[in-house]
């Protein structure tokens, strides 16, 4: 009888093979992951003026086109492509190599398109502190340079075989890549711009407080697909992700209400639509790696940094508007910390054991992690705005401002009056748009 040992070696040697029921959990997350998108279309929609809803949802809707094409033209393979430990190389640039091959057990093109997503949004986010006074062409402009100079570096760091990964630098899902990115980058984009001109004058509350549930509502539901499909397969993990997902932001919830109701008498539903997004935001990086107990736990203490991050901002002239430094940027790195603090390698074999587990080193590299991308982002960020502020106007003029960005930016308006929405004439003038009455005929027979 042949000895099986020759067949041993052929079989781990053999090519990774595709397993169907990873492929379609994957194929569900990215389609999860997506959605996630137009949710904070409406998210943010509903917080800003009436005047503004349709360009505050544009810009996220907008982020599908161009940064998915970066994504697919070059970013993907700038930050997951082999490389150096700063920056992936060109060997998948406009997609090359990246087929129905495997990568892990999925299919490269489905694994491709999956980070994808995740791009997608983290530069969607930054819009939350430009809104209402950023012009639309400027903006479209810098996420797609941003996604090339930021997110594709920062993304290989942490995932693509760089050097916070070798480090042992814990990110499940994208604390340090989407959150503490998109965080500072916004916070620094609202500096550059300035306020907008009613900011400190008058009250700028928001105009539809049902979008915002519904944004939450559904940023919530595509979060699985976020946590739960990094895993990358139909697994345990995946089942952990998935769990610590559902507990968390219920914990940052509660916590935010008793926040809300003894600092003011009452629970807004702005604020508990806010707190889920926290929750989410802070068990991002840990979703792997923590249990069901400890995202319980990290969910309630998510809620300290940024209602208080919320509540100070307010006081400042810094327009950061929908508050994306406080509820990602802080959430993120609270998050961030807090995995060095309760990840169990009994949770995840991979991982490592953080603060709780009897080792304080893992604190320290999450703070590493945290503090590159912050500096990294940061500074870009500010190059990037400055350079293309010298070829074209950044943000909109007072009297744009004044009519609303809808109207300026797209020739539309949300909420039509009377006969009907606003046409904008090719000479900039805006007049009612009319449908002229039909008087009613009889059939031609």
Do not use: C
């Amino acid at each position: 009888m042949p000895s099986p040992l020759p067949l041993l070696l052929l079989v781990q040697d053999a090519a990774p093979a595709i397993v169907p029921a990873d492929t379609a959990w994957m194929l569900v997350a990215t389609g999860l992951v997506l959605l996630m998108t137009p949710a904070l279309a409406f998210f943010y929609g509903g917080l800003v003026r009436a005047k503004n809803s349709l360009n505050t949802m544009m810009m996220s809707f907008a982020a599908l086109g161009a940064v998915g094409i970066t994504w697919a033209v070059i970013a993907y393979s700038l930050a997951f492509a082999e490389g150096t430990a700063w920056l992936g190389g060109t060997a998948h640039a406009l997609l090359a190599g990246v087929g129905t091959e495997a990568k892990g057990t999925i299919p490269h093109v489905l694994f491709m398109a999956y980070q994808g997503t995740f791009a997608i949004i983290t530069a969607a986010l930054i819009s939350g502190a430009v809104v209402e006074r950023m012009r639309f062409g400027p903006y479209l402009a810098f996420i797609v340079l941003w996604t090339l100079v930021v997110y594709a570096p920062v993304a290989h760091w942490v995932w693509g075989g760089g050097w916070l990964m070798t480090k042992g630098v814990l990110d499940f899902a994208g604390g340090t890549v989407v959150h503490i990115n998109a965080g500072i980058s916004a916070v620094v984009a609202a500096l550059v711009l300035g306020s907008r001109k009613d900011y400190g004058r008058q009250a700028i509350v928001p105009h539809n407080v049902p979008f915002v549930l519904l944004g939450a509502g559904l940023l919530w539901f595509g979060w699985f697909g976020f946590n739960g499909g990094s895993a990358l397969a139909a697994s345990e993990l995946a089942a952990l992700a998935f769990t610590n997902t559902f507990l968390a932001p219920m914990a940052t919830l509660v916590a935010w209400m008793l926040l809300d109701y003894l600092r003011t008498g009452h629970a807004t539903a702005v604020g508990g639509a806010t707190g889920v997004v926290v929750g989410l935001v802070a068990i991002t990086p840990a979703a792997g790696f923590v249990s069901p107990a400890g995202a319980l736990a990290l969910g309630a203490l998510a809620a300290l940094p940024s209602y208080f991050g919320i509540l100070w901002r307010s006081r400042t002239r810094l327009d950061d508007s929908l508050d994306v430094f406080a509820g990602h940027g802080l959430g993120g790195l609270t998050g961030a910390l807090l995995t060095g603090v309760f990840a169990r390698k009994a949770w995840n074999a991979a991982g490592s054991d953080g603060l709780l587990a009897g080792n304080p080193g893992q604190l320290g590299l999450q703070a590493l992690g945290a503090s590159a991308s912050l500096v990294y982002a940061g500074l870009m960020t500010f190059v990037l705005l400055r350079l293309l502020a010298l070829l074209v106007p950044l943000r909109a003029t007072a009297r744009t401002e004044g009519k609303g960005m809808d109207v300026t930016q797209h020739g539309e308006e949300a909420y039509a009056d009377g006969e009907g929405s606003i046409l904008v004439m090719s000479d900039g003038a805006s007049v009612a748009a009319i449908t002229p009455a039909m008087t009613p005929e009889p059939a031609a027979r």
